[in-house]
């Protein structure tokens, strides 16, 4: 055998020594977790959701190519293709399902009570069925979850000292959100207690919703709600964009729309959350049940006020909401 020869025999042969060594030795090869990621939405506008999401592995020791692999789908635009992608993603039985929001797990769901389903962000999972409870949800899905109607008087309140003479304030849904009519109700006895009357504005199609501008326009509405609602979060551009034509004061239940524009939000760090739903797939794939770990709920709330915005519109935000903001776009 030539030199040359015989040493690229004897690298080759080097280089496969460790595995050769560990297969006698009766080592297995290091498993690759397979997690599927079902997410309602559109990419371009959420895809800081789906990285929080990947950080929170990484933090965790779960690197992708190496022992974990995401399968993602996104349902952009309605809700009626949630139940193929939830299909087609528990066909190659995952290890576990990541869903967000709530109306992404509750697809999974019907497809399968034995595959872990974590929940990512959304509200209601009791009301859908998902869960008995928040401390034991007793099936296969648990996860971290938002405040929802919760956060809707304290939302109007934040409207009613930002903008006094707001009087009738349109609520804008588009009626498919779990916890729909729980919202409509918090918002109405928030609304009386405020002395504010309530304009429901279901708007649940992206061609109607110019129509806002004529239901809140003319007088009809001088404020403007906009709840958690799945399928707003994929029009916050437009939604921004409309509450600023009509010089509507709007708050919103998503920190997005206001680093997209928007005047003032009130919610949970939605980023926070899917960094946060990485632990509960780390202990699903070490053995734990998905029916013995506690749903969590924020414990940290967040102000965002968009002090341009506020400029642009002529609206002077109180010194003391100021002073509470966790973060203020100048």
């Not at 009791?126 to 869960?131: D, F, I, S, Y």
């Amino acid at each position: 055998m030539r030199r040359r020869e015989f040493i690229t025999f004897i690298g080759a042969t080097a280089g496969a020594w460790p595995l050769v060594a560990r297969a006698q030795q009766g080592e297995r090869p290091a498993r690759v977790y397979q997690v599927a990621v079902l997410l309602q939405g559109a990419e371009t506008t959420m895809g800081s959701r789906l990285e929080a999401l990947r950080a929170g592995l990484r933090d965790l020791g779960h690197i992708e190519g190496q022992n974990i692999r995401l399968t993602v789908r996104w349902n952009e635009g309605g809700l009626d293709r949630l139940s193929e992608l939830a299909a087609e993603l528990l066909r190659d039985r995952p290890d576990v399902l990541v869903g967000a929001p709530v109306l992404a797990a509750v697809a999974a769901h019907r497809h399968s009570q034995t595959v872990p389903i974590v929940i990512a962000n959304g509200s209601g999972p009791l009301q859908a069925g998902l869960a008995k409870n928040y401390a034991r949800p007793g099936g296969n899905v648990t996860g971290v979850v938002n405040l929802g109607e919760e956060l809707t008087s304290k939302q109007l309140q934040l409207l009613k000292t930002i903008a006094p003479n707001t009087s009738r304030v349109g609520i804008l849904t588009t009626g498919t959100a779990i916890i729909y009519e729980e919202t409509l109700s918090d918002a109405a006895r928030a609304a009386s207690a405020l002395n504010l009357k309530l304009v429901e504005v279901r708007i649940d199609t992206f061609d109607k919703l110019p129509g806002l501008s004529s239901i809140c326009g003319k007088g009809n509405c001088n404020g403007l709600l906009v709840t958690s609602d799945p399928l707003l979060q994929n029009w916050r551009v437009q939604i921004v964009d409309i509450a600023a034509k009509q010089n509507l004061p709007a708050v919103y239940s998503q920190p997005e729309y206001v680093r997209d524009g928007g005047l003032i939000s009130y919610s949970a760090n939605i980023e926070e959350r899917f960094y946060r739903a990485a632990t509960f797939v780390d202990k699903i794939l070490k053995g734990a049940k998905p029916s013995e770990l506690p749903i969590e709920q924020p414990t940290r709330l967040e102000l965002i006020v968009n002090a341009k915005t506020a400029k642009a519109q002529g609206i002077e935000i109180p010194t003391l909401i100021l002073a509470q903001a966790d973060q203020i776009i100048e």
